[in-house]
């Protein structure tokens, strides 16, 4: 079992940055491929970002691409989404997720509890 907490949410002004952090603790942190997600108002919940176990590999979705970076620091179990240049578009609670594999599959097997990101214009 993983525990996913996430932090670094809150309220920006368009144009804003902010840097989500989320801490595991539980099995082997490092085994696991890592990702966020987020979900907008009223909206379904969408995959924002990945990063490999070893973060030689990271993915983005389009919409973020340039202005929102995914890493990881395996000694302090932790992984982070630095993003720059916020849109109000962006507003959604941001979900931190654990993938099955070492490389990102989209197989979640272990999902925070969220935190919101509000941006206003």
């Known amino acids: 079992q993983v525990q996913l907490v996430e932090s670094g949410g809150g309220l920006v002004q368009a144009g804003g940055s902010l840097r989500l952090s989320c801490a595991a603790s539980?099995?082997?942190?490092?085994?696991?491929?890592m990702g966020w997600y987020r979900q907008p108002p009223g909206k379904e919940r969408e995959f924002v970002a990945a990063?490999?176990?070893?973060?030689?590999?990271?993915d983005y979705v389009s919409s973020v691409k340039g202005r929102f970076t995914i890493s990881r620091d395996n000694a302090k179990d932790t992984v982070y989404l630095q993003m720059n240049n916020l849109k109000p578009e962006d507003t959604a609670v941001y979900y931190c997720?654990?993938?099955?594999?070492?490389?990102?599959?989209?197989?979640?097997?272990?999902w925070g509890q969220g935190t919101q990101v509000t941006v206003s214009s």
């Open positions: 997720a654990a993938d099955r594999f070492t490389t990102w599959t989209g197989t979640v097997y272990f």
């Open positions: 539980g099995r082997t942190f490092g085994a696991y491929a």
């Open positions: 990063i490999s176990y070893t973060g030689g590999r990271t």
